[in-house]
């Protein structure tokens, strides 16, 4: 499968633990992006990168929030001190350049 | 920043009859229109784009088409199939590498 992929696809975690994600974008993609999606909503824009830099950073990230990506390949998101509100589903997506945007299967977070 | 307005938030058709969901965008520097497919449980999948150069797009049973002046654009669907049951989000962008704005999504169920 060459598509993005991203891991675990389910995390149960409980408040104030911190978890990761892992985002693997299609291989020539330079771009990479992060969405959070809830129940019954369209996904809502967290941050992106072009290569290694992140360019653009969503007011919804919250400095419990951090997003790298330290070789421009793949990009961990970490929540620290997880509270029930960030239970979601958070998706990653890249694109080349400014072509459009292909998306993950995403990773379901559920905290207790 | 963008604001996108999708409708209806459910739609129930017959097979084999037409599908349209409707969707408003209020920032005026937006170029970039995709739609995306959603099914349970599984990856947004892009399914068709246009960009504010032209006012209609088709791919094969799927069309869609954009009126800039009034910022709204509509997604259409005809010869439904159940297959084509999903959550149907569309999206705004100044360019298809920039963050996209969501819409909250419609609900096709096609009724065989």
């Known amino acids: 499968d060459t598509g993005v992929s991203q891991d675990p696809r389910h995390k149960i975690t409980k408040r104030g633990q911190n978890v990761t994600f892992r985002c693997d974008p299609i291989s020539e993609h330079n771009r990479l992006y992060w969405y959070r999606q809830t129940l019954g909503q369209g996904p809502e824009f967290l941050t992106y990168?072009?290569?290694?830099?992140?360019?653009?950073k969503s007011r919804l990230l919250s400095d419990r929030f951090s997003a790298e990506r330290p070789k421009g390949s793949f990009s961990t998101l970490e929540i620290q001190r997880t509270e029930q509100g960030d239970s979601a589903m958070y998706l990653c997506?890249?694109?080349?350049?400014?072509?459009?945007?292909?998306f993950g299967p995403g990773t379901r977070l559920l905290v207790l | 920043g963008e604001n996108v307005e999708q409708h209806p938030s459910t739609l129930s058709v017959q097979e084999g009859d037409s599908a349209v969901i409707k969707c408003t965008y209020s920032d005026s520097a937006s170029n970039y229109f995709p739609w995306y497919k959603q099914e349970l449980g599984k990856r947004p999948q892009l399914i068709i784009d246009i960009r504010s150069n032209v006012g209609e797009k088709k791919d094969q049973r799927i069309a869609v088409t954009l009126n800039k002046t009034a910022k709204h654009f509509s997604l259409h669907i005809t010869e439904t199939q159940p297959e084509d049951s999903a959550v149907y989000f569309c999206?705004?962008?100044?360019?298809?590498?920039?963050?996209?704005?969501f819409g909250t999504g419609t609900s096709l169920t096609v009724i065989p």
């Open positions: 997506a890249s694109s080349f350049r400014e072509e459009t945007q292909y």
């Open positions: 999206a705004a962008s100044v360019f298809a590498g920039n963050q996209f704005y």
């Open positions: 990168f072009q290569n290694e830099a992140q360019l653009e």
